[in-house]
């Protein structure tokens, strides 16, 4: 299920993100240039989607149903320094049959000021027989009020 065209999709609006969490940047965040890795926004945008899915899971999902990456996209648009906080935007760009695609922003607290986006493509994944499946439908209703649109 798509809900718009790529083209009309500003993933630096603030106003675009469903659901928020506030991060630390931490001192051993910082690469020899004394700013934010680049590897360290990756684990900001993974931050955003579990604070969102762990929950999820933990009320709606099976003990055999998990999520595995399948592509990440992310645009660097502005270094970000120690210390600080960064606010993580996150909403589902599309929900398919076995997948999920989440899209984030990292803002620096407080601000109109976007540091990062990216795209996470995850695939809902059985643990027993080691397939992608469907999410059941309890998870898919929840993923559906983060829908951009």
């Not at 609006?13 to 051993?28: E, F």
């Not at 502005?78 to 909403?91: A, C, H, N, Q």
Request: proline share 5%; aromatic share 10%.
């Amino acid at each position: 299920m798509s809900v718009r065209d790529d083209a009309d999709l500003d993933l630096t609006d603030r106003s675009i993100y469903r659901s928020w969490v506030v991060h630390t940047i931490r001192y051993n965040d910082l690469d020899p240039l004394g700013h934010v890795n680049n590897a360290v926004y990756s684990t900001f945008l993974e931050a955003g989607r579990t604070a969102f899915l762990q929950p999820l899971f933990k009320e709606h999902g099976d003990s055999h149903l998990d999520v595995v990456l399948a592509r990440v996209i992310l645009d660097y648009r502005r270094e970000l320094t120690y210390p600080g906080k960064v606010d993580i935007g996150t909403s589902v760009k599309r929900i398919g049959n076995t997948s999920v695609v989440f899209v984030n922003g990292v803002f620096e607290e407080g601000t109109e000021t976007c540091s990062a986006t990216g795209e996470a493509y995850l695939v809902f994944f059985d643990l027993q027989t080691r397939k992608s499946t469907p999410p059941p439908p309890r998870i898919r209703e929840a993923l559906q009020t983060l829908l951009i649109g």
